[in-house]
């Protein structure tokens, strides 16, 4: 979902991801939807939607996060772009994901002027990420690119 809304122009994602403490109470939600539990994912055929509730918190930087408000006084929390960043470099590097390596890359080249790199440098060189290279070769391709 952070990817549809950060590259709404190039991208569209197959599922939508939640972020919400209280599983349970989703459940009931999607159950009167005709959602079905299939593995980590709720699924409901008829309208073409697969969710996935990945963790109960969002990760990342608290003030880092955005808000994106829709009609009615609705609101989502997403992900800060750095976080997401740091994410899809972890699942490139780790999962040997190419769709994330793809993500990062095109993420740092449209919002690179807009990234805190230092910030970026200093969440990738933590033990559990270890990707400070990678993040490093993401800022210099997004500055030649602006270049």
């Known amino acids: 979902m952070c990817f549809i809304l950060y590259l709404r122009e190039i991208y569209s994602s197959l599922d939508v991801d939640i972020v919400y403490p ?3 109470d989703l459940r009931e939600v999607f159950d009167l939807f005709g959602f079905k539990k299939e593995g980590r ?11 996935e509730i990945p963790s109960s918190t969002l990760s990342g930087d608290e003030n880092r996060v955005e808000t994106v408000e829709f009609e009615n006084g609705l609101y989502c929390k997403i992900i800060g772009i750095e976080d997401l960043l740091i994410d899809r470099v972890n699942a490139c590097k780790y999962g040997n ?4 390596c793809e ?6 080249l449209k919002y690179g002027d807009q ?11 933590e033990p559990q990420n270890d990707i400070a290279k990678e993040i490093e070769q993401l800022r210099k391709k997004s500055n030649e690119e602006k270049s």
């Open 115 to 125: 990234i805190d790199w230092n910030y970026m440098i200093k969440k990738a060189e």
């Open 97 to 100: 994901s190419k769709i994330d």
């Open 41 to 51: 994912y709720f699924i409901q055929d008829e309208l073409r939607i697969v969710i």
């Open 103 to 108: 993500m990062a890359q095109l993420l740092s």
């Open 22 to 24: 209280f599983e349970d």
